[in-house]
Nanobody
C-alpha cells in the first residue's frame, strides 16, 4: 500500500531554515502530484506547495512563495520542502500527501497522507 513518511521537522528560530523530506513507497508515482500541507492548532489544514512527480512543475500558496521551495528526487522516491526565512506563524504540523489530481491537492483532499511532522518557529 502507499506509504508517505515525513522527516525533518523541529524547532528553529525566526529567520532560520528547515528542510522537510517525504519518502514515498508502495507504487509508482509517475502520474501523481505530491504536496505539502500544514495545520496549526485550531485551524484547518491548508495547502502549502505541490509538485508534479513527472514534470516537476511547482505550485505554491501565496503566503510561502519566495520563502519555501518544493522539489523531488525520483531516484530516491522522495520529495522535499525547503523552508527559509521562517516566521512564528509558520508553526504547524506539516504533512506530505499524494494524489493523481492537482485539484485534490489544492482542495486539500488527497488520497494519501503522511503522518505529519511538527515545525515550531520561535520568535
Amino acid at each position: 500500500q502507499v506509504q508517505l513518511v515525513e522527516s525533518g521537522g523541529g524547532l528553529v528560530q525566526a529567520g532560520g531554515s528547515l528542510s522537510l523530506s517525504c519518502a514515498a513507497s508502495g507504487r509508482s508515482f509517475s502520474s501523481d502530484v505530491m504536496g505539502w500541507f500544514r495545520q496549526a492548532p485550531g485551524t484547518e489544514r491548508e495547502f502549502v506547495a505541490a509538485i508534479t512527480w513527472n514534470g516537476g512543475r511547482t505550485y505554491y500558496a501565496t503566503f510561502v512563495k519566495g520563502r519555501f521551495t518544493i522539489s523531488r528526487d525520483k531516484t530516491k522516491n522522495s520529495f522535499y520542502l525547503q523552508m527559509n526565512s521562517l516566521k512564528p506563524e509558520d508553526t504547524a504540523v506539516y504533512y506530505c500527501a499524494a494524489d493523481l489530481g492537482l485539484d485534490h491537492i489544492v482542495r486539500v483532499i488527497p488520497d494519501y497522507w503522511g503522518q505529519g511532522t511538527q515545525v515550531t518557529v520561535s520568535s
